[in-house]
């Protein structure tokens, strides 16, 4: 028989105190401190992505600051305040969507309550959502009150566009910028939620939801709701990248290592694949410069960092394609996908120019840069150097500054035969050869190193896609 009077789930598991709320600590630990204190401010603006919890938000401190029976900074929950808050019948706190009422007028009818004090509450509470909508003239009527309200008076502001927000509001505000919130902590909310509700959901499925909502909790519970519905108690990994369009975490994590490793071959077939089965394009490279951004946070961080958005399997992932992998490269490729995601908006064929972007991406992971190729000079140089210095007799051995600079006597013995020196510069005069600065010259520029005469021998050991542009830049 059908579950009756069914509550769905972003509704029956909307946070109703500052404990429940994900994601948001920087807001929360303001709001219980202001409230613990008493130094409530006039007004508040909440700004922020969709389905992040700006209302919620407000209406928990709401309840906080109109509680009958507060634990703490905590709304009770239980009391006439707090029921009524919560079902949106208080008299006391009045929330207005300004999408709808963007007018003169309506911000006149606000005005209108500010005389009545609360008649149950400390505070009478205006929570005005999406308030970037109201007109110039309806701010301006606000004004003067925002700036010096009655005692018992106070203001919360939700919008999702920030910079449309006068000015002249957001200098008599207390502003808070709430974050998208990380995919891990959505994957833990949405475990929970599955346990009390007795579904079972894969992990990597509740993975995919959580990509999908792009940080917003509400987004991600009406995603959850809507697999719920279409498979019944269980929750696939496939059924979630079927709604959403995505590609699976390992696929996306094989395309990443494909780029790492130069296989264009691999890449092409992936974008192929992808592209027949109507995944979003789009939002795979989005996902792609997000694993990227993933590997840089862990090579300067390490797996244990706060920043590092991914889950326990993801990282496992990341530490093992970051070994021996220079950051110097990672950075080119991320920006090279940016670039990507950036002007994929304006090309004709979405498909061709990914493909074109990612084998250029491989090509730049699997290229050495020039830091990398002067460090391998410099180490042949002094692994060269060495043999050199131990042939003469013992007082020149014993020499720890000039290590480079052999003595003219072996230098002398050994012009005849120069097949055996190809990689010291060759000496003007016999004289000159022996003066300690060239030895311990260093590279200052690009056209140092390529000028020099070891660089054929450190190309034995590049990848060979480095050797073309290495040569072309030699001309």
Same mark, same amino acid.
């Given at each position: 028989?059908?579950?009756?009077?069914?509550?769905?789930?972003? %509704?029956?598991?909307?946070?109703?105190?500052?404990?429940?709320?994900?994601?948001?600590? +920087?807001?929360?630990?303001?709001?219980? +401190?202001?409230?613990?204190?008493?130094?409530?401010a006039n007004a508040y603006l909440f700004i922020g992505p969709r389905g992040i919890g700006?209302?919620? %938000?407000?209406?928990?401190?709401?309840?906080?600051?109109?509680? %009958?029976?507060?634990? *703490?900074?905590?709304?009770?929950?239980?009391?006439?305040?707090?029921?009524?808050?919560?079902? *949106?019948?208080?008299?006391?706190?009045?929330?207005?969507?300004?999408?709808? +009422?963007?007018?003169?007028?309506?911000?006149?009818n606000i005005l209108e309550h500010v005389d009545f004090p609360p008649v149950s509450g400390k505070y009478k509470i205006f929570i005005v959502d999406e308030c970037h909508m109201l007109t110039p003239e309806a701010w301006n009527a606000l004004l003067k009150t925002l700036?010096?309200?009655?005692?018992?008076?106070?203001?919360?502001?939700?919008?999702?566009? *920030?910079?449309?927000? %006068?000015?002249?509001?957001?200098s008599r505000c207390q502003?808070?910028?709430?974050?998208?919130?990380?995919?891990?902590?959505?994957?833990s909310r949405l475990a929970g939620i599955c346990k009390a509700e007795g579904i079972d959901a894969e992990e990597d499925a509740l993975l995919a939801i959580a990509r999908g909502a792009a940080g917003g909790m509400r987004d991600a519970l009406s995603s959850l709701e809507q697999l719920i519905s279409f498979n019944g108690g269980r929750v696939t990994e496939e059924d979630a990248l079927g709604v959403f369009s995505l590609v699976s975490r390992s696929e996306l994590e094989a395309l990443a290592g494909a780029i790492l490793k130069g296989d264009t071959a691999r890449i092409l077939e992936s974008i192929e694949k992808f592209d027949s089965s109507g995944k979003n394009m789009r939002r795979l490279a989005g996902e792609l410069l997000q694993h990227f951004r993933n590997l840089v946070v862990l090579q300067a961080l390490g797996s244990d960092s706060k920043s590092l958005e991914a889950t326990a399997e993801q990282i496992k992932v990341l530490s093992a394609q970051a070994q021996g992998l220079d950051a110097g490269r990672v950075f080119r490729v991320c920006d090279q996908l940016a670039e990507m995601e950036e002007k994929l908006s304006g090309v004709l064929s979405t498909r061709t120019y990914i493909e074109m972007s990612l084998i250029r991406a491989s090509r730049i992971a699997t290229t050495a840069t020039v830091e990398e190729l002067m460090r391998a000079v410099r180490a042949l140089r002094g692994e060269s150097a060495a043999p050199a210095a131990s042939a003469p007799a013992a007082p020149a051995a014993k020499e720890p500054s000039r290590p480079v600079?052999?003595?003219?006597?072996?230098?002398?013995?050994r012009a005849p035969s120069l097949p055996d020196v190809p990689l010291e510069p060759p000496p003007a005069a016999p004289a000159k050869a022996a003066t300690p600065p060239k030895p311990k010259a260093q590279f200052t520029s690009r056209r140092d190193i390529l000028d020099d005469p070891k660089i054929n021998d450190v190309l034995a050991t590049i990848p060979g896609s480095a050797i073309v542009e290495i040569k072309e830049a030699r001309k």
């Open positions: 028989m059908p579950t009756q009077n069914h509550t769905a789930l972003p %509704l029956k598991y909307r946070p109703a105190t500052f404990n429940d709320v994900v994601g948001q600590e +920087h807001v929360v630990r303001t709001l219980r +401190h202001a409230i613990e204190s008493g130094r409530i700006k209302t919620t %938000l407000s209406r928990i401190f709401a309840k906080a600051v109109n509680c %009958l029976e507060p634990e *703490g900074a905590e709304p009770c929950g239980k009391c006439v305040n707090c029921r009524e808050i919560a079902a *949106g019948n208080s008299i006391d706190v009045v929330e207005m969507d300004a999408a709808s +009422h963007r007018r003169l007028e309506d911000a006149k700036e010096e309200p009655p005692s018992y008076l106070r203001f919360v502001f939700a919008t999702t566009e *920030g910079d449309k927000v %006068l000015p002249t509001i957001v502003r808070f910028d709430l974050r998208r919130i990380q995919t891990h902590d959505i994957v600079a052999p003595p003219p006597p072996p230098r002398a013995a």
